[in-house]
């Protein structure tokens, strides 16, 4: 995909570009992302059009599975990273210049979002269908979903194995430890519809 944005910040835009940002606006998407590895199981079903930059995939993302952005994140699509521009990332695409349409276009298709380096939280977004859009669609909408965002910085999928660990034995010696943390209300298989849907209407604002 041509750099959008540098078209865009001329006020001008060619035809093979409109042409592209015409096929994939008419198009919406339905995404499944399932936290990899994950259990109880953690996932999401959200519609989003097809032309969304990656930028503001990552931020819709973000509020459906329950995490707070407070961490660099990476798309991986096949051998090719995307990302937001890092002056010390070498080989690493601008998240910016790519739309949806430009990396998944069938139904089937599958990338992997990682969130946070160094707990290394591995998504698999897969397109589940392709439909044209209508009127009627007014942008990202989360379906469906299970299971909690698992706390920040606990550690990756390891890490969060130890804390369930904990919380379920009372008499585990990091039990009290990460009650005061998480609270003694945490439902690892709690999810919120409203909620996710509520916070993707911030986006759309």
Not at 51 to 56: E, P
Not at 99 to 118: H, N, P, Q, V
Request: hydrophobic share 40%; net charge negative.
């Amino acid at each position: 995909m041509k750099n959008i944005e540098q078209f865009l910040n001329r006020g001008w835009v060619p035809n093979e570009v409109k042409k592209e940002l015409d096929e994939a606006a008419a198009k919406v998407y339905q995404l499944k992302i399932t936290l990899v590895g994950a259990e109880p199981p953690v996932w999401r079903r959200v519609l989003v059009p097809g032309d969304t930059n990656l930028g503001s995939l990552h931020r819709a993302i973000q509020y459906v599975m329950g995490w707070s952005n407070s961490h660099l994140h990476m798309f991986h699509v096949g051998k090719t990273r995307i990302a937001p521009r890092m002056p010390d990332w070498d080989d690493v695409k601008d998240e910016r210049n790519f739309m949806l349409w430009d990396i998944a276009r069938k139904t089937g298709s599958k990338f992997y979002y990682e969130y946070d380096m160094g707990d290394s939280w591995g998504h698999e977004v897969k397109v589940e269908a392709i439909t044209p859009a209508t009127p009627a669609f007014k942008g990202p909408e989360c379906l469906a979903g299970a299971g909690a965002c698992p706390p920040e910085d606990c550690g990756g999928i390891g890490g969060y194995e130890d804390l369930l660990a904990a919380l379920r034995d009372p008499k585990h010696e990091q039990h009290d430890e990460m009650v005061d943390w998480v609270g003694d209300d945490f439902d690892p298989e709690a999810f919120d519809l409203a909620a996710a849907n509520k916070a993707l209407g911030r986006r759309r604002r």
